[in-house]
């Protein structure tokens, strides 16, 4: 798998659940045209000079791995997404190759099992093979799949016995693709985030079991573009001392993920998951309607418009307007990196469970109440120096 | 001067240069009102649950006066500032009373002196006697008049002896109203602090004079509008490893401001002010044309619009434009009573020199290289409970 | 009625439905304001230079009257506009004499009637009595109440038998308010305008009574802020052969229209209405996601903000945005007024059934297909001057 | 010179000032594109449904050549903007071998001559050969060069035989290369259009030449991208009585213009041109700020915001604000295309002197005070259609 020009040995794996889509496929990309020293690590914080360590896994020690549905070969939709501007034709060309490769490491979800366990049972085998076939000291599973409408309750959600029995019985189907990914990512022991807000580990009883298995694990829904900027300028607004009457929001976007959200069911949990942040950092009563529509003609370029309006000092209006226009896949993918890198190191040190530090990543921190993109990256700056420390110490007191 | 429907006695003085201002009109009209119970206290950062603390000096505590060439009465500015839509015309109501004990502290600027060590001579003993008069515990001198042209260079302004022959000499005039108004300050023993981005104490050899004066002081240059923001939206894009590379902003406002900024030479140390937290967030080769335009009919309002464009992941673009709206004088004003009541801490304190933790009320933060307004906000937080801890000790070991 | 400081004679009544309303009270005072000479007349199509006609009638020879379900003092409303914003406060003083006489003509709409024709009757009689309480030459109703969801279909849209056994039996109830007011029009042989998106006079059996009534009339739906500027700005894209590919648009309003169009059912006439002029301008197959948001911090200034990519030359890509911001009312209320005028010269002129030519005031004009509103404006000054040459003739012509 | 895969005879010369620029490399890609139908006839106005004529000479019949001080070869240019995101790459791969039949055409511009009329007579001599070798109906020059400073005014600007004898001196240069090269174009009894706003035919001499030689020629400063805006939104303004206050603008481009524009001397020009529409609209005394930033980063695309303030009803505020973005070579490219096509209508219709109909190409019309888009397009459309059917009238007449 190695190549002669990659002085990396694979040292950990990226499992990506979609991993044809246009962000696994920007990652994937980028993973490889980093490696080969094709483009330079911009936009990615675990590159940047206050976060940085030697602790994490080399860009070049990244092994990609993963899960879809669809069948397009990576370089096929690499050169879809440079026809669209995201990134120069050139640099398809450049990692060709190394997409190739990585096309045998990609592997179909399952069909037509009895059960939703087999199903889970053969996506689990998947990425065992995966780490046992590259040697690899960690796999990180990222769910960067579309947005699922989230399933009605069922009571197995709050009962492991009842869950069991629903996943065993032949014919019954009470997890979403989601969930079932991460059951299987729980069952191979590998470290785990969910870049979507899909319903995933929210179900209590998939969250325990990870908590049980002692995978590291974090979520929710990746901080892209327009939330980022709101997490940015909200706490602005809240230390000035200002009132936030209202923050409306309208999103544009094409690409496969304005079809994927034009879907009144699918884009319900991508709405509530946009606005917590906003709520939690300028206060529930604030008047905050959101769109998110389907432009096709915008193709993967995402433009979203915020307006702000607050009152100041003696009552006086005080009026923001943003307009932010990036290729969402673009954004999201330096993060998916970002967090393998993350994850990577989490499970170096030990750590099992819910990781609140990287709150930064997400518009839905698991584990964490902190939505101020500033005070986010403060804590992941101080986690990751005090694990890559730990886990440096634990390196010399080795034998 | 207390009057009967007021609880607090006069405890802090505030002297403002430019005291007949639309900021300082708006702070002292700000400062009536809230002490009355007319307005809430939106917009101050001291009165956020982060910030308050009791050691502040209650705003129903502070006494107002000031210097000012004008003649304008502070009710007759008041309502013109009411008619461009800033307050509520009923606030000038409520407060006029007030408003109109306030007159018998403003003085006018003296004029025809001999030497300029006379002027300042004669400004300190208005504020002593101000001081006196009202029985203060201490006053902080903010200098809130229109942005000046920088002084042409004199030897002086390194040598304590050559500026003081130059002071004394009949005739010679070498320092800027800004600089004499600080050696005003300096000479009272008050705490000082520039809130514009005239010379005033940036001369080295005022530096040094307040310095062994051990006053408290800070500056420079009001961090209101789209200054905030970008030291707001600049530490978002360097934490995620995006390059900057244009951030080019217009900002439109009439006014009396706008009226002295469509002067060249006052607009220069202005523009130098605004780029400076920029150039230092994300690096000096960032193409940042700026400009400021004077629009009468705009009036209080000034609006500024940004356009940043930035390389992301793998060569993509990303660029966010912000149109920002807001009455300047009433963003001003608030820090305007933020800086009087922290410098009385400090000053409580004993607090003697530059306060680099107020850098986050300035465009050019005297004493720190710390730009990003989070990080600002975060020194100032703890600054606050350390010093107001520091006080509330000595009032407890103090017999 | 007619006041010492008026030199206009009572010559023309305007008649509105909703006369209390935001819209109907800025009409009102205008009005008033105007006839004082207390306004200048800015905002009026029917006073720009290229319009003018003396066949108008005078501004201060325009009557106003209606009818409306509310209470609330002309006055007191007007005084709640300009708190605020809309205008100065000192206008509703300079007006309050004026507003308190119109209150005299104002009647509420009849209750508790048995058949919708009695309701009918009693609306045109209302109608009937004011115009010849004040001698009027003729009568102008405008329908400038909220926007009403659409009725369900009733076979006696269609069928004028239908309708009248409809009408006059008790307890059915098949016409919406819009209709019978408009009813009560014919019935009183005033003229007629829809400014609101209401069913109104589009059902095809009013729409014959109207004709056979020979009254003037016009319609539908007052083009003020965001749709003027997309017929304006729509042509240009046309005329330079660009493809117009997505036209999206936000709207936040607060006020009382943003709470009314809060309700979908109510918004679902007004989408399609605004949506109708783009798609005849740019075509069928541009995607036009719009959206209308009940943000009630903003009062009564509406903010819309619209993003347009087209493909131009060789396929590149050209983006435009704009923000508008503007008080609604007071964009609609001189359309009020000019339409008024041009219907009363319509009247005068003998002019019997739908007026195309006043296409340029309406979001979707009846009778005519052309939206582009340089084409309107172009036709409209046209018909002025062709009308208003013509009442000249008749009036040399008579004895 | 003809290729098999054209079905068009050479028919008329486009001879470009400036032929290796952005713009003319553009426009003469394009013509080739659609030539060869490798590209849609989407951005030319003469190929809109309204405009459309038969006697328009076929996309396919123009030859293209031109001067030019650069070397630069035209596919390697054209390279260069397909990587700059303006056309898609294959449009140079697919006219690769017509750039290079067209460099044939191409001349250096002379340098080196003892007198400027003798440049004069070698850069008419290269427009007469390009005619003779093509065997051209008639040639259309059009001045698509880089803005150039104004020169400093002389008295032969005035009177015919000072320049004479100014030209003929040896050593003595007076006129700028843009009004060396309309003599040039005049001389060769060529049409003529100046796309720029520099000198030109603006000197009045110059101008009395043109009439006297009888070319057909319109000018200045193509009408591409904020300007043409603004001419289509003054009009909406006035016709609703508005009065606009303010209309302030920034324009931030990249590429060669942003450089050439970054030169306080040159934009002077520009921006006089840029404003002349506008206060031809709104007044003289709206307040218009304007400027030109130099952005690197943004490369060929121009984005220009605008703030527009106005007064409406009742003193009640309107604000528009505008983002245009484009690439500004490509929005000029076909209006230069429509102007060979239209100035070669105009000579076969024996139309001699300015043709003040093509007023909606240019920001500054010569001929007209017609400065509304819509106004100037109905002008365009009617002139055209007489035109051609003159043109048409005189075919059949001959014999």
């Given at each position: ?24 496929t ?10 080969l020293?094709a ?34 070969p990576?370089?096929?939709?690499a050169?879809q ?20 490769e ?91 985030a ?24 974090a ?19 809240a230390?000035?001392?200002?009132r ?8 544009l ?21 946009k606005?917590r ?24 370029v ?15 209006r ?19 990196i970002?967090l ?9 040190a030990?750590h ?21 993109f ?8 101080a986690?990751?120096?005090?694990t ?12």
């Amino acid at each position: 798998m190695n190549t002669s020009d990659t002085p990396h040995a694979p040292e950990v794996g990226a499992w990506f659940i979609g991993a044809r889509g246009s962000l696994a496929t920007t990652a994937t990309l980028g993973i490889h045209a980093l490696a080969l020293g094709a483009a330079a690590p911009v936009g990615l914080t675990t590159e940047t000079d206050a976060v940085r360590v030697e602790e994490f896994p080399a860009i070049g020690g990244i092994v990609v791995g993963g899960h879809d549905i669809s069948t397009t070969p990576l370089d096929e939709r690499a050169a879809q997404l440079a026809a669209g501007g995201m990134f120069p034709a050139a640099l398809v060309e450049a990692t060709r190759g190394r997409l190739r490769e990585t096309e045998e490491n990609l592997r179909p979800v399952p069909t037509l099992t009895t059960t939703q366990q087999e199903e889970i049972d053969l996506l689990a085998a998947d990425i065992i093979d995966f780490r046992d076939r590259h040697d690899l000291r960690e796999v990180v599973v990222i769910d960067v799949s579309s947005t699922e409408p989230l399933p009605p309750y069922h009571p197995c959600f709050d009962d492991d016995d009842l869950l069991q029995t629903a996943l065993t019985t032949p014919g019954v189907r009470v997890l979403p693709p989601s969930s079932r990914a991460a059951l299987a990512a729980i069952a191979a022991g590998a470290a785990y985030a969910a870049f979507t807000p899909s319903a995933s580990l929210t179900l209590a009883v998939l969250r325990e079991r990870a908590d049980r298995a002692g995978i590291a694990y974090a979520g929710q829904d990746g901080k892209t573009g327009e939330t980022l900027l709101r997490t940015v300028l909200a706490p602005m607004f809240a230390a000035r001392g200002f009132r936030v009457q209202s923050w409306a929001g309208t999103n544009l976007l094409g690409g496969g993920d304005g079809a994927t959200l034009a879907d009144p069911e699918a884009v319900r949990s991508k709405l509530v998951s946009k606005n917590r942040g906003l709520h939690a950092l300028v206060g529930d009563d604030v008047v905050a309607p959101l769109h998110i529509d389907n432009v096709p003609d915008l193709g993967d370029v995402k433009t979203a418009w915020d307006h702000v309006n607050a009152t100041g000092f003696l009552g006086s209006r005080v009026t923001l307007q943003t307009t932010w226009s990036a290729y969402d896949s673009a954004l999201a993918a330096p993060l998916v990196i970002d967090l393998v890198r993350s994850l990577s190191l989490a499970t170096r040190a030990g750590h099992a469970g819910v990781v609140p530090a990287l709150g930064c990543f997400f518009k839905d921190p698991w584990g964490s109440d902190v939505h101020g993109f500033g005070d986010q990256t403060a804590q992941f700056v101080a986690w990751v120096h005090e694990t890559a420390a730990a886990v440096a110490a634990a390196r010399v007191a080795a034998p």
